[in-house]
């Protein structure tokens, strides 16, 4: 029998896009522009709702599996392009440095996104927590993007820690999580309805970072994610 | 005792920007970066989130009283400039025109927008409409925006309908709607939660205007929003 202490989760591992810094956004409108380059037209909020999956799954996801043969890499260049554009308006949201150098005292705080190594890297220079964190990790790291657990469960490897906590704010945050047992703290800042959050497992939904700062963590280390929470989300 | 007749809506108010054009989002951004050339920095959720309210209220309840008397005028300037800018990208929403004229044969049709009298021009002639509808009211025709209900309430005034069916994609439709006792159908093209939408009082929600094709509209035309859907809708 494992004591309470081997229960406890001893990490916690954080998105950052739409999580630590407002880019949310900015990623659909690239999106968005790439897909008009190519002539195909997705109402926003398809594209919105996509924003937490990897790049080399949102094409096929939205668009379809023969577009993501046909021009799936030209999809891809081109929204780097247009997000690179945008990249300068992406600011740190409220309370992001404040929560993670208050959990790092009582965890070991990590970074697992599925964004690019370079606008990651910029993202976490914004909010200034490079010290803070035990590792980061990008989509390059990993083989299969969000909602696979891959960047996850290679952010905890390599923190060394036993078992973790997500923050993140999309669905898809929540699933991967869930496929690696942990249990997903949301945060309403990436623009997904509180029941979208809920519906997909969040043990907790906030309407950002700060609100956090009062969570129980004693009770969060001891979670597990709802029973379905590691289904892949459902695009609305 | 009124006739059966009688009690059923004969006109349907559809509003513009989220509803008929892929807009709210490119207004999101216009209003951000507006704000950000005064130097304040608002999370992008909240900021799309008040969309679908005038702009007459908007920085007020974004960034309170203070900044409204002291520079409301400005930022909606700087929005005006910012939006100019992106208006170009703004697509018709799938759909928009099939359902206009599909509901124009059992109805009349009024447009009711809380946007200025130019960008509401121009997504009515981009989507077509123009002779399919009765009248089209801005925000230039009405003392207060949604979610007063004065829009909507001059749009079916002009249009010569004893009552209306509402048909919008923000909290602030289902509010302005049920201020002048008409139900409102919700679509999730403004990117709203279908809870938030259904939570404001929307006695449907849909994920787009083509789901609109197949709804009972006798049923519809029959409905009366629920109470306290005339409440303020809270931001998030």
Do not use: N
Not at 106 to 126: H, I, N, W, Y
Not at 177 to 201: K, N, S, Y
Request: proline share 6%; with cysteine.
């Amino acid at each position: 029998m494992r004591s309470r202490e081997e229960t406890r989760h001893d990490t916690v591992l954080l998105d950052v896009d739409g999580t630590l810094v407002d880019s949310t956004y900015h990623h659909a409108l690239a999106w968005h522009r790439a897909f008009r380059r190519h002539d195909i037209s997705l109402p926003m909020w398809r594209v919105h709702r996509s924003i937490g999956m990897g790049g080399d799954r949102l094409v096929g996801v939205l668009a379809g599996d023969d577009v993501e043969q046909r021009i799936g890499d030209e999809l891809r260049s081109a929204w780097h392009e247009e997000y690179a554009k945008l990249a300068d308006e992406v600011e740190p949201l409220p309370g992001a440095a404040d929560l993670v150098r208050t959990l790092s005292r009582r965890f070991t705080v990590a970074l697992g996104s599925s964004g690019k190594p370079e606008f990651t890297r910029q993202a976490v220079d914004l909010v200034g927590v490079r010290d803070d964190v035990a590792v980061v990790t990008t989509s390059e790291d990993a083989p299969s993007s969000k909602p696979a657990p891959d960047i996850l469960e290679i952010a905890l490897q390599k923190s060394g820690g036993r078992s973790a906590i997500v923050i993140g704010d999309s669905t898809f945050d929540v699933s991967s999580a869930a496929r690696m047992g942990a249990p997903c703290v949301a945060i309403r800042t990436g623009g997904f309805g509180a029941d979208e959050l809920r519906d997909a497992g969040a043990v907790l939904v906030a309407r950002g970072l700060p609100d956090l700062l009062d969570a129980d963590w004693d009770e969060l280390a001891r979670m597990q994610p709802p029973p379905g929470a590691s289904d892949e989300p459902p695009l609305p």
